[in-house]
């Protein structure tokens, strides 16, 4: 579930810069699958890498975790 809320939080902070996910990736310095999967929800994403996606979109790290968890 938070795999899922964290990737569609990237997928939005991109979107909303016009970026697609190579132009994400190469600004991130990660591969364009590695992106979508974790827009996917499919990557159980490092510390590292969310500071390298984060720099990427001008953001701070703490933004990326900016979304409604719902509850069970």
Do not use: H
């Not at 991109?14 to 979508?36: F, H, K, V």
């Not at 001008?58 to 069970?72: C, I, M, N, R």
């Amino acid at each position: 579930m938070i795999l899922t809320l964290f990737g569609e939080r990237v997928r939005l902070l991109r979107q909303a810069r016009g970026l697609s996910q190579e132009a994400l990736a190469l600004a991130a310095g990660l591969d364009r699958t590695y992106i979508g999967g974790v827009e996917r929800g499919e990557r159980n994403i490092s510390l590292l890498n969310i500071q390298k996606i984060a720099q990427a979109l001008g953001v701070s790290p703490a933004d990326l975790l900016k979304f409604e968890q719902e509850t069970e």
